[in-house]
């Protein structure tokens, strides 16, 4: 009867001391991957298409014309 309750004791030790490595590792690994997929932003600009670029050309209509609108072909 000693045995198993020697058996008990260290087998709820070592789930114990288990769980704590467990817990430690896995907020490693989710902080890692995390920080993975969101890297930090830096100050440099970024080459995107949402960047805000002014346009700079002239327009070839005369204003007595009327309106012009300069369409983008999309593709």
Do not use: C, H
């Amino acid at each position: 009867m000693l045995s198993l309750f020697k058996f008990l004791f260290y087998f709820f030790i070592a789930l114990f001391i288990l769980g704590l490595i467990a817990r430690y590792t896995l907020q490693f690994w989710v902080k890692r991957f995390f920080n993975k997929m969101n890297p930090p932003e830096s100050n440099e600009p970024r080459n995107n298409f949402n960047s805000k670029k002014k346009n700079n050309k002239k327009k070839l209509i005369d204003k007595g014309e009327g309106e012009y609108v300069d369409y983008e072909e999309v593709k």
